[in-house]
């Protein structure tokens, strides 16, 4: 007998005696192939990178970035935040200076702090009303102009300061957040169809005893449950996987919520809106997200999250209760997830244009293996280079970030509002027709639509991924490695090819077959994609 044929039978034995130990909550797997899944869509030989990580300045700039990155022309194409004449910025432009924490650090120690309050970091900042962020090492500071500044001058301020690492625009945004809508029961026909839809197995599902389970189609839809004895039986996930929620914040005392809320210091994440430390919801966007991602699993409640068990989210609060936000407040965003120990990050947001503040931001977070998935918007437009759509569009280029599409809970068809794209959108997942989530009281439940839904079923999915990688020891994984597996065991879905570029949906039970079958069954642990 060979090595390999040695380790299945030994496996196999193991699994045997899992199922007789498993929980009830989880289906021990009926008889399937265990081979490697064929990749869906995208043949092998692609990779999702187009843009490799390197040659990176520490911010996560290319290499041969300037420091200001604002001209008379990025003035003039900048929809209003910046006022220019040919060699100057006016009163009242509105711009973003990243500032390098750990430098500052270094000032204080060896010039000390009265000297560092004359730099130019440290006046900007008093300016703004700004204060270090002692976990963050790089720092998007907001500054409005009030009096107006030559190119030549801002220049020679940005180089004064070491601490300085970049000057941007700092675009404002007023993200459309989508209301609740009123979602009837199904139809016996509609049953049938979702169950068509999702493979024919929506029906035979794992088990949960949260009672608004069945108004959750997006959990049928996407074989959530199935998966869930992949991940959990088979491929033993059993540690937490920080997933960080950049948008309206968390209602962190949702009691479908709080036992799976990130805790630091008694904090549930950061609030870029009013600078605190206490994330709170005061739309619903964001608890809703949140609790499609991870809302507690078997706890006779509400409903349960893609992941639900093994999870902690954590809130991070870029967007005000009417959606409005900026580069700044984003682009800190990220970065305080990557540097507070996120594995995903889900932004449910997005803007018209190119913004290289909120680029290098995610490419910062690739750089430390955070995982980034993306709404691709509700324009019901095609996203190219011409009608580029932030943070979508960098999905394209960037290895580890994933855009996606909605489709209709039940039939699988592209929901009527979701942008598409073969080129810059990757995967679809349902958003539109039942998905119930938490919110806000005194409601504590509603349901919404949006790609702003569907991307959260895909992070939900990219965390049970990782969740996988860290049982068979690997700490880190690669997020190109997790968006990957996402993709190639996605469902194939005929109307989706000219919708999103592997033309298929998501699939988690072919996800945890897929993770199965490559790093479990081969008996490497996912040895090939440790560092």
């Known amino acids: 007998m060979s090595i390999r044929a040695y380790r299945r039978r030994r496996i196999a034995v193991l699994l045997l005696g899992m199922c007789a130990l498993a929980p009830f909550t989880y289906n021990c797997h009926r008889a399937v192939d265990h081979s490697a899944l064929t990749t869906q869509g995208t043949p092998d030989s692609e990779d999702q990178s187009v843009v490799a990580l390197e040659n990176l300045a520490d911010d996560g700039a290319p290499q041969d970035e300037p420091k200001v990155r604002v001209g008379a022309a990025v003035a003039a194409a900048s929809g209003g935040s910046l006022k220019a004449t040919a060699s100057s910025l006016e009163a009242g432009s509105q711009l973003m200076v990243l500032v390098d924490n750990k430098c500052r650090d270094e000032q204080v120690r060896s010039l000390g702090s009265q000297k560092l309050a004359a730099s130019a970091s440290s006046k900007i900042m008093e300016a703004a009303g700004s204060e270090s962020i002692p976990s963050m090492r790089f720092q998007a500071v907001e500054w409005n102009l009030d009096q107006s500044l030559s190119f030549d001058e801002l220049n020679a301020l940005a ?121 709170a919801d005061d739309h619903g966007h964001g608890t809703h997200v949140a609790g499609i991602i991870g809302a507690r699993a078997n706890n006779n409640v509400g409903v349960t999250g893609v992941m639900g068990t093994n999870i902690k989210l954590m809130g991070v609060k870029v967007l005000a209760a009417n959606g409005s936000g900026g580069d700044a407040g984003i682009a800190n965003g990220i970065r305080f997830a ?27 977070a690739l750089s430390r293996k955070v995982t980034i998935i993306v709404a691709a918007g509700n324009e019901n437009a095609e996203i190219t280079a011409a009608n580029f759509v932030m943070p979508a569009g960098y999905a394209k280029d960037y290895p580890g970030i994933l855009a996606v599409a909605s489709v209709d809970a039940v039939t699988g068809a592209r929901s009527g509002f979701s942008n598409f794209s073969p080129t810059y959108v990757w995967i679809a997942a349902p958003g539109s027709n039942g998905i119930r989530s938490t919110y806000i009281a005194p409601d504590n439940y509603r349901d919404l639509q949006g790609t702003s839904m569907a991307s959260p079923v895909v992070a939900g999915a990219a965390a049970l991924v990782i969740g996988a990688f860290h049982a068979h020891g690997v700490a880190q994984p690669e997020p190109s490695a997790v968006t990957r597996l996402l993709t190639d065991s996605s469902r194939p879905v005929a109307g989706l090819v000219s919708v999103v570029r592997n033309g298929a949906t998501l699939d988690i039970e072919r996800l945890g077959r897929q993770f199965y079958s490559r790093y479990v069954m081969a008996g490497d642990g996912g040895s090939e994609v440790r560092p």
């Open 159 to 279: 180089d004064s300061d070491p601490c300085i690492a970049r000057v941007d625009k700092n675009q404002q945004y007023q993200f459309k957040l989508p209301e609740p809508v009123s979602v009837g029961s199904l139809s016996a026909s509609e049953q049938e169809q979702l169950a068509a839809s999702s493979g024919g197995e929506a029906g035979i599902q794992a088990t949960a005893n949260d009672p608004m389970l069945t108004n959750a189609r997006h959990i049928a839809f996407s074989k959530a449950l199935l998966g869930w004895d992949w991940f959990y039986s088979s491929a033993g996930v059993k540690s937490d996987v920080v997933v960080a929620v950049i948008d309206t914040g968390i209602f962190a005392t949702h009691p479908d919520l709080i036992d799976n809320v990130w805790l630091n210091n008694g904090s549930n994440g950061y609030d870029f809106i009013n600078n605190d430390n206490n994330p």
């Open 338 to 364: 990557a540097d507070n120990g996120a594995h995903v990050i889900n932004m449910s947001l997005g803007g018209p244009g190119q913004s290289t503040a909120v680029r290098d931001a995610m490419v910062y």
